[in-house]
Structure formats: C-alpha cells, structure tokens
C-alpha cells in the first residue's frame, strides 16, 4: 500500500507565515530546478499531476503542500540554482527557506533529489550542510537514474556515497520518475521520517 497515495493540493506560501499550523508532521523536498522534483513527487504519490511538470525550471517559487489522507503533509521548496532567476527573488526565496528549515517544529527531514549525472553541486552541498547544522535528517534521491546503464548508475551511487556522513542521518539511493527505480524504497524511507521522533531538547 502506497503511504503517500491520496495526496492533495493545499496550498502555495510565499511567506512561512502563510503555512498551515506547526503541528504533526511534514517532510520537505529540495533540489536544483532541473533536477526531476516534481517527476519525484507525482511518482512517488502516485498521482501523475500532483505537482507541475515544467521544461522550464525554476517554476516553483513558493513553498508548496500538499496534505496526506492522514493529515501529514509533504511540502515542496522553490528549486534552487537556477540563473535565470533575478537576484533578488533568489535572495528573498533563500531568506524563506532558511526561515522554514530553522523555525518549523513540524519537519522531520529534508529529501534531496540530485540528477544523478551532476549531484552534490554546490547548492547541495550547502543545504547538506544547513541539514547537518541543524540535526535533520536527509534522504537523497538521485534520480534520472534511467539515463545511465546500471554499472554507471551504481557506481554513481557509491562515489556520492562515500562523500556523506556514514553516521546514518545522510541516506542515498537510486531513483527514476520514469521506469520506477527505486520508487518503493523511496516511499519507505520518507514514511519513516515522517514517523520520525524529534527532540525538543
């Protein structure tokens, strides 16, 4: 049974103070413009139009959620990375999510979806930083993993891996939107941190 089917549109906040209230439990997906964000979620919902497709990136400038049939919510960040966005639009989306990541007590962790061809870009690495400073959990998708044979893929899979934290709050698998790869352990990883207890010190 798909933990995530059901999944719904509730709302687009520029501001975190347009969000719904700070209780139960959401997880946030992150990831440069091009980087298959949106494939990610309608698959892993299993609803094909959940969330925009776009040629274009850089389409979703808001923070995006979408609630569970268990009223846990999903919630998709602006993709980050793209030149084509005015400098202060960047700045002012960095200063949202910062805000977001820091003050929602609802977070249980963060998915990060890199191509699989080009991850831990600069960006990434950042927010795997911001992640690592503020104690929450990170699972990254590489997707697009249909682009490259199998060796090519797992040897990918490795290499990334070996640039993370082996400590367990970093997890890294394989993923594609368009063959299925990796879609139910996906679904399994993000089901258990959203059931993710956290301490409020």
């Known amino acids: 049974m798909n933990p995530f089917q059901g999944a719904r549109f509730v ?3 520029a501001e975190t103070r347009q969000l719904p209230p700070d209780a139960g439990a959401e997880i946030v997906f992150a990831g440069r413009s091009n980087a298959g964000k949106s494939s990610a979620l309608n698959a892993l919902t299993g609803t094909r139009a959940l969330a ?14 979408f609630e569970l049939a268990d009223g846990r919510r999903l919630v998709d960040l602006p993709g ?12 002012r989306w960095e200063k949202v ?11 249980r962790g963060l998915v990060l979806i ?10 990434d690495r950042q927010l795997l930083g911001f992640c690592a400073e503020l104690g929450l959990a990170c699972h ?7 682009k490259l044979s199998r060796g090519a893929a797992s040897a990918a899979l490795q290499s990334v891996r070996k640039e993370l934290p082996n400590d367990g709050s970093v997890t890294t698998q394989l993923f594609s939107a368009q063959n299925g790869l990796g879609v139910e352990e ?7 941190l959203l059931d993710r207890a956290i301490s409020l010190g």
């Open 11 to 13: 709302l687009a906040a």
């Open 52 to 65: 925009r497709t776009s040629k274009t990136p850089g389409r979703t400038q808001q923070l995006v959620v």
């Open 80 to 91: 980050y990375g793209y030149a084509k966005v005015p400098l202060p639009l960047r700045a």
């Open 97 to 107: 999510i910062s805000a977001y990541l820091r003050g929602r007590l609802s977070l």
């Open 114 to 123: 890199m191509d699989v061809r080009h991850p831990l870009k600069d960006y």
């Open 140 to 146: 990254c998708l590489l997707s697009k993993a249909d």
């Open 186 to 192: 996906a679904r399994e990883s993000l089901a258990a």
